[in-house]
């Protein structure tokens, strides 16, 4: 089974909360995680940012929920219990508790449509979740993230392909650099860029300390690299007495290329555009930052009392 979603536990969390005493959420999702029969496997997967199980955070924004819709309270830190209303609700034949359910309650409708007063005002997080969607509000930003982060790597990759050839080389200095290879950049830029072939050719430090070298190859091409091209740069490698070396592509690598590579005693790291576009991405090549946006949660274990 997989993790229900938030919308989906608001009933079985009140539910849990039922009996009236006070219960900490880690009670609480333990109780719920029953009814569903969570695997513990399920129970440990990460949010993306690999700070808080989904499952938590799940039920924390349940919590959270049914307390502005004054179902649930919070009398002291760190623990909830069910309301009069809270209590009347359970009473009632009803089969789910969801955001438009709650929106019967004039102080989740305030909570929804609140605003900031901000110069220049921003949606709150009682706007974003959306009746229907599966997503707790922040899953639903991070999802909205990850989309402008698609979007931006393929324009990236597109204005790559249609660069031209030695600034296609410089890319790949900077690149390399900002990975940590090549020393400084002037180091890289002396013995990266000696071929044409609309690509560059050369050899370059694994490490500032030039305890090793790898040797770069990169196609800025439109069509898939083959086994053919990794055969020659195999064949390069041994000419050079050279055990690894990286290849990049603009395009992509056919199935008999990564085969053939995988299979070579010699190490050779297959880049393709799609990769290339993310490595820029993760180390700030071509790219600028267009603002700041800081994701906070309630830290449960703050509000804890001895």
Excluded at 160 to 179: G, Y
Excluded at 180 to 198: I, L, Q, T
Aim: no cysteine; charged share 25%; aromatic share 8%.
């Amino acid at each position: 089974m997989a993790i229900p979603d938030f919308q989906t536990l608001m009933l079985p969390v009140l539910r849990q909360l039922g009996s009236g005493e006070e219960q900490a959420p880690a009670s609480v999702r333990e109780a719920v995680a029953l009814v569903f029969k969570l695997s513990n496997e399920e129970l440990a997967t990460l949010l993306p940012s690999g700070r808080q199980t989904t499952f938590a955070n799940r039920v924390a924004w349940a919590l959270g929920y049914l307390k502005q819709a004054g179902l649930v309270e919070s009398p002291r830190r760190g623990m909830y219990r069910v309301t009069t209303r809270g209590k009347v609700t359970l009473g009632e034949p009803i089969e789910r508790i969801d955001i438009q359910y709650l929106m019967r309650f004039p102080e989740f409708v305030a909570f929804r449509t609140a605003s900031t007063e901000d110069s220049e005002p921003a949606p709150s997080l009682a706007k974003v979740a959306v009746e229907g969607t599966p997503l707790t509000p922040d899953e639903q930003i991070r999802q909205g993230y990850t989309r402008l982060q698609s979007s931006l790597a393929a324009q990236l990759l597109e204005r790559v392909r249609q660069a031209s050839p030695k600034f296609f080389e410089e890319l790949v200095v900077e690149l390399l650099v900002a990975m940590g290879y090549g020393g400084s950049r002037e180091d890289a830029s002396a013995v990266v860029g000696r071929g044409g072939d609309e690509g560059i050719d050369g050899i370059i430090k694994e490490d500032r300390l030039g305890l090793d070298t790898i040797y770069i190859q990169a196609k800025r091409w439109k069509d898939n690299v083959g086994r053919p091209e990794i055969q020659r740069f195999a064949g390069a490698l041994q000419g050079q007495r050279a055990r690894k070396g990286v290849f990049l592509t603009t395009s992509t690598f056919t199935a008999d290329a990564r085969s053939y590579a995988a299979g070579l005693q010699t190490t050779i790291v297959l880049i393709d555009g799609a990769q290339l576009a993310q490595l820029m991405l993760e180390f700030g090549i071509g790219v600028s930052q267009a603002g700041l946006v800081k994701l906070w949660k309630l830290d449960e274990d703050y509000f804890v009392e001895e």
